[in-house]
């Protein structure tokens, strides 16, 4: 495996939801590949939410940032003078702090509803639609309105999302459904459409939440559970063409999916597969028993690049990654970990690639042929790289955590953060367990290289690992922990079936950590009104003001090691959409309890692109 230089830094870091058509080598500072500190405490968020503009600082050309004299890119030696220069003529234009450059910065052009966009970092997107349906108009000098690009670059905040139902096992008559959070002051529009059909639409009231039901997608959901809540074989991987949802709003929205919406229907409906209609059951109570939600990120953040961290496979209940396309002819190669129920072009041992038109869906299916109360393949490392950006949902269709012979399982899903964004310090916090806190399970894997992984508290002895090595798991862990590593690392935490967890509540669900340098200073978002009780975990620096829903938070925050952060797991009202502010950039985790199940996810985060993807 061969890591990208720094020559190609500015090509690797740009390659978002549209892809580039043409780069320029730039020099760079001689920072580590992520752009991470290595400081003792967790790394200051930045608060610029752009990556890779490198702008100089009240005048000051610092080393190995350049200046430029009409088209001559001067490198600085920081010291006051020059050490190269380059005329920029041939390839382009020069830019203050980056050099030659394909375009100036933040420059756009449109004509006849097709527009193109200049990055902060002067590389330029392939040419894309100035979107009616997302309140863009065409102008000479480029796509103007609330939902261009260029207002809605690297986070977690956009107006183009792909909800893409994933394999789950739950009766078909619990809905899947996004819940939509408006972060304006305006009523936005949302259009819901799979193909040329448009499914549904609907208006989100001024800083309020709309909750939208959507079919399920048998192809890629898969068979429903017995009354015995045994679930069928899941199948092989395979590709669904159109498998996707395309949501689309006039302005800018967070947008989370659940799978299902609801665990229980109220009257009992006469197909709902109860327990008292299994052998030597009872109970008459229509529960899904198996429930997750997703963070959806927007098509503004996407990258091509993935790695998969998930559960391991057992008998007939499979781990998955579902990769959604969002351009045409879009080939995606796939390098294995574990082993795969083949099919799509993805070999057994999870190699292969397909090619995929806007809208299909890859879904690589994990090898269920277990022994019965055996964990079986786990995909997790699996890498994914496509020659354009691709949204990917890893989850499980139902998983036993931290055993596979504790009841109960749970379905598991999330969407993965790209390659790009992943950092080097996590901070991973226990969910709250009404009273007391839950164990829950932490995994690790490495991205690019052999990787030295710490704990704070030290819950593991310091760690090396490398990409293709089985995750580091940290079982039944009751402690918050401050996670640290020399490069950049997936990090996940998993809530444990209840019959593992002493207050006997919820079920598996997985959430993804979130780098510190990816931390927001606000964050709208949505907490499900069909679960009985919702939480938001808040990681914040010691020190800071938080406020939520314009109240000032007085819950006891509780430090996390030696980080600088501490961590308060607040009970949410029975309200849908929250806002959450701080004085300084923070974290948040959301979460959901009902009866044998629950959900979680990571309630937002920038998606600033900080580590060079290594090249397989």
């Keep these: 495996m061969e890591s990208r230089t720094a020559s190609v830094l500015a090509a690797a870091l740009s390659i978002g939801a549209l892809s580039i058509t043409a780069v320029v080598p730039v020099a760079c500072s001689s920072d580590s590949s992520t752009g991470e500190g290595t ?66 910065p933040g420059s756009g052009t449109c004509a006849n509803g097709k527009a193109t966009w200049c990055n902060p970092d002067g590389t330029v997107n392939e040419q894309f639609d100035c979107d009616p349906l997302q309140g863009l108009t065409c102008e000479p000098n480029g796509c103007k309105g609330k939902c261009a690009p260029s207002e809605l670059y690297q986070t977690y905040v956009g107006c183009d999302y792909y909800p893409t139902v994933t394999l789950n096992p739950v009766w078909n008559g619990f809905p899947f459904a996004v819940g939509v959070a408006n972060t304006s002051a305006d009523v936005v529009k949302v259009t819901i459409t799979r193909g040329s059909s448009t499914i549904t639409t609907a208006d989100v009231p001024a800083h309020g939440a709309k909750v939208i039901e959507l079919p399920w997608v048998a ?91 998930t559960w391991p496979s057992q008998k007939d209940r499979a781990g998955f990654a579902t990769i959604t396309a969002i351009h045409d002819n879009t080939l995606v190669k796939v390098f294995g970990a574990g082993a795969v129920s083949a099919g799509a072009g993805i070999d057994a041992s999870g190699n292969g690639s397909a090619t995929l038109s806007a809208g299909d869906v890859l879904e690589v299916v994990g090898a269920y042929n277990a022994a019965a109360g055996q964990f079986g393949s786990d995909l997790s490392g699996m890498r994914i790289q496509a020659d354009k950006a691709v949204q990917v949902i890893a989850g499980h269709s139902c998983a036993n955590t931290p055993d596979p012979t504790i009841p109960a399982c749970d379905h598991l899903e999330e969407g993965l953060f790209p390659v790009e964004t992943l950092g080097t310090e996590y901070l991973v916090t226990v969910p709250d367990g009404l009273p007391d806190a839950s164990p829950h399970v932490v995994r690790v894997v490495a991205i690019d290289g052999p990787t030295k992984v710490t704990f704070d508290p030290a819950v593991m002895p310091e760690t090396t690992i490398s990409p293709g090595d089985p995750p580091l798991e940290i079982k039944d862990l009751t402690q918050n922990i401050y996670v640290k590593a020399d490069k950049a690392i997936l990090v996940a935490q998993f809530m444990q079936s209840q019959e593992s967890v002493p207050n006997k509540i919820g079920d598996p669900s997985i959430s993804l950590a979130i780098p510190t340098k990816q931390f927001r200073a606000e964050y709208v978002f949505v907490a499900s009104s069909t679960f009985d009780a919702n939480f938001v975990n808040v990681i914040s620096k ?63 985060l920038d998606l600033k692109h900080i580590t060079v993807p290594p090249i397989y």
């Design 542 to 604: 010691a020190g800071s003001t938080v406020t939520l829903d314009g109240t000032a938070m007085t819950d006891v925050f509780s430090p996390i090691g030696n980080s600088g952060y501490q961590v308060a797991r607040h009970q949410l009202d029975s309200a849908e959409q929250h806002t959450i502010t701080s004085s300084q950039p923070f974290g948040i985790v959301v979460y959901g309890y009902g009866q044998y199940t629950s959900y979680m996810y990571p309630g937002g």
């Design 219 to 309: 192809e890629l959901k898969g068979g429903d559970v017995d009354a015995c809540q045994m679930p069928p074989a899941p199948g092989a991987t395979r590709v669904v063409q159109g498998g996707a949802f395309r949501l689309r709003t006039d302005g800018p929205v967070t947008v989370y999916q659940f799978s299902p919406l609801s665990y229980k229907i109220s009257p009992t409906p006469a197909q709902c597969p109860i327990g008292k209609n299994c052998p030597g059951g009872n109970g008459e109570d229509c529960l899904a028993y198996s429930n997750d939600a997703s963070l959806l990120l927007p098509r503004t953040a996407l990258t091509p690049n993935y790695t998969v961290l």
């Design 39 to 104: 400081g003792g405490n967790a790394g200051d968020a930045s608060t610029d939410g752009k990556a890779g503009t490198n702008l100089l600082d009240s005048g000051q050309c610092l080393k190995g940032q350049y200046r430029c004299t009409g088209n001559i890119a001067k490198q600085c030696d920081g010291n006051g003078g020059f050490t190269t220069e380059k005329d920029c003529g041939d390839t382009g234009t020069c830019a203050d702090g980056l050099g030659c450059v394909v375009c100036t």
